[in-house]
């Protein structure tokens, strides 16, 4: 068996985290304002990453309608619309076929979030579908975020996240323990996004695979005492490493940073599934326990997200192929081992409601929040009192007793 991390080792692995947070953390997604001298003849040259000088008025929560509860249950329209469906790990994870994503009805864009809420991702290739359209769709999950600190594209469309790389920025390893590039996208928002598309423009021939990790799955992963424990907790989310990262390299933070206390389980409101909300890129610490409790705690539930393969699914992408997943429910990481290729892809990411606890849930809604494994295994007619901790990995026992 493993040994056990010692809380010597956790506390540096914390400091650790908080040092390459405060001036590292991200700068794989940050490019060099001066990237483009101009002259480029690159198809998608408006859409390179720009950093403009803008000041804008701190986020206010906003209405938001889940779309997925508006779904027909049995996703009927969008799966009968798609030539094959491959479920690419039990955990997480679908591929669809067939499908254009400019095609979709509102009825299928429903369907969609629902199937995106139960997957946690749901990937689609050769998609002709442009950044507007994108934009679009994804205006039909929720008002759009508009990121603070990473580049924009050059032709001002403030609502697009852009990821760049090529030839001009190889990536310094030693600025980065892996475990910090895992994140759930700017979970020190309010009301953090929900289903988010990201397409890939443009390309390695092999290389920049980008992993996510099922917040469902760790949850279901966990002994019933530590998940009890857990449901009636909150961490602190913070932006301030990341407005940091920027003013450290001379970028421009566009909007005041912030910190944001969320449940640290949280439920799924179409789903009712709960799920692990932290993630390594953002959450600094657990609300009112002992700091030694909250790093250990911490360390514990990122190294389960970055180091449990039972939980994550890993897509190769191919120009033209979009991702969507529900940052409300998933983690992810992008890989950098592409380098001197260029790889350039596009996000659109609409707010989500504020994080729902269990306890929140189950007074709006009546109903109890759920165990997904639990659910899945009923679905198949196994006979279980409990699936807590199933998925831990023990071939022997569900976990060490
Ligand atoms: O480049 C990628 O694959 C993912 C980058 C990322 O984390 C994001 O766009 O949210
Ligand atoms: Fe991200």
Do not use: C
């Not at 304002?33 to 906003?62: H, M, Q």
């Not at 090529?166 to 475990?179: G, M, N, Q, T």
């Not at 917040?215 to 990341?242: D, I, K, N």
């Amino acid at each position: 068996m493993a040994p056990v991390a010692t809380s010597e080792k956790q506390a540096t692995d914390i400091a650790d985290l908080k040092t390459h947070a405060a001036d590292k953390l991200f700068n794989p997604f940050y490019s060099p304002p001066d990237i483009d001298d101009g002259s480029s003849d690159y198809k998608f040259a408006d859409f390179k990453p720009s950093f403009p000088n803008l000041s804008w008025e701190p986020l206010k929560e906003v209405e938001v309608t889940e779309r997925a509860l508006h779904a027909d249950p049995s996703k009927k329209n969008l799966l009968s619309a798609a030539s094959k469906v491959t479920h690419l790990t039990p955990a997480i994870g679908v591929e669809l076929e067939g499908i254009d994503l400019r095609q979709l009805t509102d009825q299928q864009k429903d369907e969609l979030a629902l199937l995106v809420a139960e997957r946690g991702v749901v990937f689609l290739r050769n998609q002709e579908i442009d950044i507007y359209q994108q934009l679009d769709l994804a205006r039909h999950y929720g008002p759009l975020h508009k990121h603070a600190t990473t580049g924009i594209p050059k032709n001002g469309l403030e609502e697009v996240h852009v990821v760049y790389n090529d030839s001009s920025r190889r990536p310094d390893a030693s600025a980065f323990a892996k475990i910090d590039l895992w994140h759930s996208d700017v979970t020190y928002e309010i009301q953090p996004p929900g289903v988010t598309s990201l397409k890939v423009i443009t390309g390695p021939e092999v290389g920049g695979d980008t992993l996510w990790s099922s917040g469902y799955a760790l949850y279901s992963s966990l002994s019933p005492g530590l998940q009890t424990y857990l449901e009636g907790l909150q961490a602190v989310h913070s932006g301030v490493a990341q407005a940091e990262g920027n003013r450290a390299a001379g970028l421009p933070v566009r909007r005041k940073e912030i910190e944001s206390v969320h449940p640290l389980v949280r439920v799924h409101p179409a789903t009712g599934w709960k799920s692990v909300f932290v993630n390594p890129g953002f959450t600094r610490r657990i609300v009112g326990v002992p700091k030694a409790e909250s790093d250990a705690i911490l360390t514990f539930l990122f190294r389960q997200i970055s180091d449990n393969p039972d939980f994550q699914v890993r897509f190769r992408w191919t120009e033209g192929s979009i991702a969507l997943w529900d940052n409300r429910i998933v983690t992810h990481s992008a890989t950098f081992d592409f380098w001197p290729a260029t790889r350039h892809a596009l996000r659109a990411t609409p707010h989500a409601e504020k994080p729902l606890s269990v306890a929140e849930y189950e007074k709006a809604t009546g109903k109890v929040a759920k165990d997904r494994q639990i659910e899945v295994w009923k679905q198949l007619g196994v006979d279980v009192a409990t699936g807590n901790g199933a998925s831990a990995g023990s071939s022997k026992s569900r976990y060490n007793d």
